[in-house]
């Protein structure tokens, strides 16, 4: 069964400009979730989807935004770009809606902003 | 709101012996508890979970994690370090009251496994 995986691995932008960032769930999870993790900050929290729904929103600017679609693959965009938005982007899919499920995460998506 | 602590950012431990990377929680409710390890470059690789029950909890590559609820605490164990162990170890916690998936993480304990 394949795991989960993320495109691209690796991004360049520069300030201002607006990304794109997507994640294929494992075969059969409806439930995907994005985390930023960063030296500083660590790993927090962006935003759940569960069929299509937002679930859950962490605190971070509008700016960040997501979608899941029906085949359950997810996308998040980021506008406007900041230096602080460089960051390693994890997404995570799970099987079911309820807590006790594990998540399983992909490889990431390196986003550098320059 | 839930968080999680990880008191200690590096743990240094001679191969064959017995490691500990400890996390305590604060959480409403009872918690979901996880553990996760990163290698370099690479996402994180769930390890174990306490979800109910048994206090100890036995996950992959023999680590183990005992559930102290008067301790709010979940600490990671293995009888017998390897090399290879070496990484980033991550606990998260999940409220069972919290509707979503939502996962609190630890700032994270660096595992260095010396020969």
């Known amino acids: 069964k394949a795991g989960v995986t993320q495109t691209p691995r690796y991004l360049i932008k520069t300030r201002g400009q607006q990304v794109t960032l997507s994640c294929s769930p494992i075969s059969g999870h409806r439930s995907v979730s994005w985390y930023q993790q960063t030296p500083g900050q660590g790993l927090q929290f962006l935003f759940e989807?569960?069929?299509?729904?937002?679930?859950n929103k962490g605190n971070f600017p509008g700016r960040f935004s997501g979608r899941q679609f029906s085949n359950s693959r997810s996308e998040m965009n980021v506008s406007t770009l900041e230096l602080g938005d460089s960051a390693l982007y994890l997404c995570?899919?799970?099987?079911?809606?309820?807590?006790?499920?594990?998540?399983?995460f992909g490889q990431g998506t390196r986003l550098t902003v320059v | 709101a839930q968080s999680v602590a990880q008191p200690e950012d590096q743990v240094n431990v001679a191969e064959g012996n017995p490691l500990t990377v400890k996390c305590t929680y604060s959480v409403s409710g009872n918690p979901y508890l996880f553990w996760y390890v990163q290698y370099p470059n690479r996402g994180l690789q769930f390890l174990l979970k306490y979800i109910t029950g048994d206090n100890l909890v036995k996950g992959s590559y023999g680590f183990e994690a005992e559930f102290n609820k008067s301790q709010t605490s979940f600490h990671l164990k293995k009888p017998s370090a390897l090399v290879s162990d070496s990484a980033l170890y991550f606990c998260a916690v999940r409220s069972r009251t919290n509707a979503g998936n939502m996962l609190t993480f630890g700032g994270g304990t660096r595992l260095m496994v010396k020969p």
């Open positions: 989807y569960f069929s299509e729904t937002q679930r």
């Open positions: 995570a899919s799970r099987a079911g809606q309820t807590g006790i499920t594990e998540a399983f």
